[in-house]
């Protein structure tokens, strides 16, 4: 089962997942990141700055879950530019080595197989950076998703249109399409580190932790993978069955354990 580790706030959140990353990247300096864009991610990404500043990060590898479709990849709120300015520059990361799905409309057909390529060809995801849709959605694998779906083009919900408007003026503005990586794509990655905050995601993260296993709920696929660490603030864990055992569990971790 996935650890459930329950955090004060998402600065310390941020901290232990930065902390794992930092460890991986002085480990393994072409280390595989899976980012991933919103709001959740952000702590990890500050905390970041100051764990890899002194880390040659020259060789790391990104790839992004995501990206609208049709949006003009200059779009401040395209997450091309999202994971340059939050991950990219502040990093110090080489740009030509982080790729993200290509949403442009020319050449769409094919987006999806490039991509899964060049996530094979570089050896597959170390660690998978993720954060969870109030629908249940990760990377923008909307319910119904196939948990062997690749790298594809789906549509957007109602739902996630109008989480998403606050980044837009307006939900007529947000993209009705998007290109994400699968549930099947997401499996493959090595270690999955899902994020979570505030009560708004409590449903979400009870299905797709304690929940059957149902494309109906995305984020459920975290239970068919072995190795899941899913980082939560009270107010995101307020809903789970097990939590007294969750805390009790990180409390009592043998030291020789990593995350
Ligand atoms: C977005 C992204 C997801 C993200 C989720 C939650 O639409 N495609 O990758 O995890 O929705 O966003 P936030 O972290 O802002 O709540």
Redesign the pocket.
């Known amino acids: 089962m996935a650890e459930v580790v329950i955090v004060g706030s998402r600065q310390e959140a941020g901290v232990l997942v930065a902390d794992e990353i930092a460890r991986l990247v002085r480990a393994r300096p072409d280390a595989v990141l899976g980012l991933?864009?919103?709001?959740?991610?952000?702590s990890v990404y500050e905390a970041l700055r100051s764990r890899l500043a002194d880390v040659d990060v020259s060789r790391v590898r990104g790839f992004a879950?995501?990206e609208y479709v049709g949006l003009d990849p200059a779009h401040p709120e395209s997450?091309r530019s999202v994971i340059a300015r939050e991950v990219v520059e502040p990093l110090g990361l080489d740009p030509e080595r982080v790729q993200v799905p290509d949403g442009r409309t020319a050449g769409i057909e094919t987006a999806g197989e490039a991509y899964e390529r060049a996530i094979v060809a570089a050896g597959g995801v170390d660690l998978q950076i993720?954060?969870?849709?109030?629908d249940g959605?990760?990377?923008?694998n909307e319910p119904g998703s196939s948990f062997a779906s690749l790298t594809r083009v789906k549509t957007?919900t109602p739902e996630?249109r109008a989480?998403?408007a606050r980044?837009f003026d307006g939900i007529d503005e947000v993209p009705r399409h998007?290109i994400?990586q699968g549930l099947g794509t997401i499996l493959r990655a090595r270690h999955l580190v899902l994020?979570?905050?505030?009560e708004?995601?409590a449903p979400a993260i009870a299905g797709a932790v304690e929940g059957p296993v149902t494309a109906m709920l995305p984020g459920s696929a975290v239970q068919l993978h072995p190795h899941v660490t899913v980082v939560l603030d009270e107010a995101a864990a307020s809903r789970l069955q097990r939590a007294d055992y969750y805390r009790d569990a990180w409390a009592n971790k043998p030291a020789w354990q990593g995350l």
């Open positions: 991933a864009t919103g709001s959740t991610p952000l879950l995501d997450y993720l954060g969870i849709g109030t959605h990760i990377g923008f957007l996630t989480d998403n980044f998007c994400t994020l979570a905050f505030g708004a995601k």
